[in-house]
């Protein structure tokens, strides 16, 4: 298995779009960050096959998440089902966090919205509260805005 960094075309592929002109808002949001270079694609790749993702957003408007200078903002952390609970996704999460800081980060940030999440980051290290949040700043509406999440969810820190 290896991790590395993939490329927007893979992103898209990987999310079942074959066409970025008919891919969700979303999507080309992902799409156009890891394109100029503002988000970076993580994977675990299998012969070929892509079975994990995780994304580094170096900069969002909301600079709690990521302000490009000392704090990254994760998320969609994935890992196919049957491939879970064999450490795939901690060497994904250990990949990105040992860049992030290569790169200069401080800190680095993730939303958790329920109880087994939140004991994987804290098992990662992610246990500073920042603040509860309702706008998920990666995921867009039609007018690619941040999408409200109505039962809101978490934002954690973690030092690098």
Not at 90 to 100: G, I, K, S
Request: charged share 30%.
């Amino acid at each position: 298995m290896l991790i590395r960094i993939a490329n927007a075309d893979e992103m898209l592929k990987l999310w079942g779009y074959s066409d970025l002109d008919r891919a969700p808002y979303t999507a080309k949001f992902f799409y156009r960050n890891i394109s100029d270079g503002n988000a970076v694609f993580y994977t675990a790749d299998l012969d070929g096959k892509l079975i994990g993702e995780l994304y580094s957003f170096l900069s969002l408007d909301d600079n709690e998440f990521a302000d490009g200078i000392t704090t990254a903002y994760l998320c969609a952390f994935r890992v196919r089902k049957e491939y879970r609970g064999q450490g795939i996704g901690h060497r994904l999460m250990e990949t990105a966090l040992t860049d992030l800081k290569l790169k200069g980060f401080r800190y680095a940030t993730i939303g958790v919205d329920d109880e087994r999440n939140e004991r994987l980051y804290h098992s990662l290290g992610f246990t500073l509260y920042v603040k509860d949040c309702h706008n998920d700043p990666c995921d867009m509406d039609d007018d690619m805005h941040p999408v409200y999440v109505e039962t809101g969810f978490q934002l954690l820190k973690k030092e690098l």
